[in-house]
């Protein structure tokens, strides 16, 4: 047990706990907007695909059934404006947390490699470099990094905590800068359907990668599009010379997505009706909580897209937890997410209506 404490952080959320009973003892009860879980109903159509598949005895497969992988490669070529993908360019995973924590492993990456990711950033990217044992450091600019013994990059946009977005131009320059020294390129998409004021491109995007997908490889979730956080249905997409071995190493871990999950996918990525009306939802709340939170005395920063609301009163992230703890509201202290993030809180918009409607009154 003392190597595993050893090799990985303490975990963040359990600091949160006497903040969370202090929330929940308003006489309202508590507005927990400190994790990004969604709140909103599975679509109809989803649950009926996931039901009529319900009866699945065998063992489903790692890359999925070839119907599966059809509805990824028309999504991401319909959605993200890649051309020319194949089923050897996807790869479906068991959610998109799993596959952060263990590709350094994976990958094969070790002591004497390096891992690279976001200052402010997911804690799971740091994880996965130390599950492997490898060395980690974070980045304001990557292609100011020096890439001896750099073997894997991971962007994330939008990002989170930040909901900050790459430009095309700054993807195009880091895609550029990492093939030119043969780093491979891990860009982190899941919040990609979640613009507000931008409009995030893929690395998968022809004008950011010239048309080629190598040594790029883009990872995507439905947790948040289609509130599957619950199915745990993701996916991976970009270069078959990284996802080949990738999928022989997954197949002897037994890493596959049930069976049921699989056809809910499909449903899920050949509709874009239920991610225009959930994007609506999201949309109104962040509206309403974004006054209430500048009207409080908050400055927002960067949060042109993603589920969250990058805020900051000018203090410490702990003590703007404890100021909105005693109104009854969870935020996550920024803190979580790199020192960076020190004075910063980020606040979730995956509460019901009437749950953000009582954390605006409250403010």
């Known amino acids: 047990m003392s190597a595993v404490s050893d090799r990985l952080p303490t975990f963040p959320w359990d600091k949160l706990t006497p903040y969370k009973a202090t929330a929940a003892a308003h006489p309202d009860g508590i507005v927990d907007l400190s994790v990004g879980t969604p709140v909103d109903p599975v679509p109809e159509l989803i649950q009926k695909a996931l039901v009529a598949a319900a009866d699945s005895p065998g063992y489903p497969t790692v890359w999925g ?32 947390k799993e596959l952060v924590a263990w590709l350094p492993t994976q990958l094969g990456l070790g002591p004497g490699d390096r891992v690279a990711f976001p200052r402010l950033a997911y804690p799971t990217y740091e994880v996965g470099a130390r599950l492997a044992r490898a060395a980690y450091e974070a980045y304001d600019d990557p292609t100011e ?22 430009s095309k131009g700054e993807l195009t320059r880091i895609v550029a800068w990492a093939r030119s020294h043969g780093i491979l390129l891990f860009s982190d998409e899941c919040y990609l359907e979640l ?5 995030p491109v893929s690395v998968l995007h022809p004008d950011v990668n010239g048309g080629s997908y190598d040594g790029i490889v883009s ?41 049921p999950t699989q056809a809910a996918v499909i449903a899920a990525l050949g509709d874009d009706d239920h991610v225009r009306v959930q994007r609506e939802r999201y949309a109104s709340r962040r509206e309403l909580l974004r006054e209430a939170l500048v009207t409080h005395g908050f400055r927002i920063e960067h949060s042109e897209a993603s589920l969250y609301l990058w805020a900051t009163r000018g ?10 703890a005693k109104r009854g509201i969870l935020v996550a202290p920024g803190d979580f997410y790199g020192p960076a993030g020190a004075e910063f809180v980020r606040v979730a ?6 749950r953000v409607a009582a954390a605006v009154r409250r403010l």
Do not use: Q
């Open 65 to 96: 059934t070839p119907e599966l992988r059809d509805a990824i490669t028309g999504w991401v070529e319909r959605r993200l404006g890649a051309r020319d993908v194949t089923h050897r360019h996807v790869l479906p995973i068991v959610g998109s």
């Open 145 to 166: 990094l020096d890439p001896e013994g750099l073997k894997l990059l991971w962007l994330n946009s939008p990002s989170n905590p930040t909901g900050k977005v790459l």
């Open 195 to 199: 613009g507000w004021e931008a409009d």
């Open 349 to 354: 918009l995956t509460a019901t209506d009437e």
């Open 219 to 259: 990872v995507h979730s439905l947790s948040k599009r289609s509130n599957l956080a619950g199915y745990r249905a993701a996916f991976l997409a970009g270069d078959p010379a990284v996802l080949g071995p990738l999928l022989e190493i997954r197949k002897h871990g037994g890493m596959m997505t049930s069976a």
């Open 315 to 324: 203090e410490s992230c702990w003590d703007t937890v404890d100021h909105l």
